[in-house]
T-cell receptor, first 111, second 114 residues
Framework: GIQVEQSPPDLILQEGANSTLRCNFS?????LQWFHQNPWGQLINLFY???GTKQNGRLSATTVATERYSLLYISSSQTTDSGVYFC?????????????FGQGTTLQVKP | DAGVIQSPRHEVTEMGQEVTLRCKPI?????LFWYRQTMMRGLELLIY????????DSGMPEDRFSAKMPNASFSTLKIQPSEPRDSAVYFC????????????FGPGTRLLVL
């Protein structure tokens, strides 16, 4: 099956700093989503981005499907950005709609 | 829209008891997914439905787990009998298309089996 690897596994930032999170996947994808799991455990949709670039406020994401990676940029980080960031994909081959999740990047933003 | 609704939000039960988790998808969404999150295995799909029909149940761990979707606005995930290793957060998600659209997740049910 498809493999999803995220890096770095852990990240500590000072408030106001910028960061880049990476997601590598081993095969073609139909769907790629970025999620933020907040300290209360809720999974919040950030982006649906199987290809191209999107921006939403301080967050932006780029997926280069041909090179099998996606990047999540967080600018001017705030303490509320803390939590775990997940990348998840649906494999391009086959008919399943199953999202395969990476292991996540745990982000801590210090005031 | 209210988003995906799950109940209960927390459940504590004793080993051997039956547990029923409930989910109401976003209105108009034809796909409903059940995921489980554990420390050891991360987030993984258990089963998903299209138009109330189970499509992929390859992630259901064993016969103790069953899921139903009697209508477009309601699904249940049942564990009978429950075991301590079933302790996890169970998420329900829905989408308007199976592979190429955003899956929206509910708040999850945190299950603890003693």
């Amino acid at each position: 099956g498809i493999q999803v690897e995220q890096s770095p596994p852990d990240l500590i930032l000072q408030e106001g700093a910028n960061s880049t999170l990476r997601c590598n996947f081993s095969d073609s994808v139909n769907n790629l989503q970025w999620f933020h799991q907040n300290p209360w455990g809720q999974l919040i949709n950030l982006f649906y981005i199987p290809s191209g670039t999107k921006q939403n406020g301080r967050l932006s994401a780029t997926t280069v499907a041909t090179e099998r990676y996606s990047l999540l940029y967080i600018s001017s980080s705030q303490t509320t950005d803390s939590g775990v960031y997940f990348c998840a994909v649906v494999h391009g081959s086959g008919n399943t709609g199953k999202l395969i999740f990476g292991q996540g990047t745990t982000l801590q933003v210090k005031p | 829209d209210a988003g995906v609704i799950q109940s209960p939000r927390h459940e504590v039960t004793e080993m051997g008891q039956e547990v029923t988790l409930r989910c109401k998808p976003i209105s108009g969404h034809d796909y409903l997914f059940w995921y489980r999150q554990t420390m050891m295995r991360g987030l993984e799909l258990l089963i998903y439905f299209n138009n109330n029909v189970p499509i992929d149940d390859s992630g259901m761990p064993e016969d103790r787990f069953s899921a139903k979707m009697p209508n477009a606005s309601f699904s249940t995930l049942k564990i009978q009998p429950s075991e301590p290793r079933d302790s996890a957060v169970y998420f329900c998600a829905s989408s308007s298309e199976g592979r190429r659209e955003t899956q929206y997740f509910g708040p999850g049910t945190r299950l603890l089996v003693l």
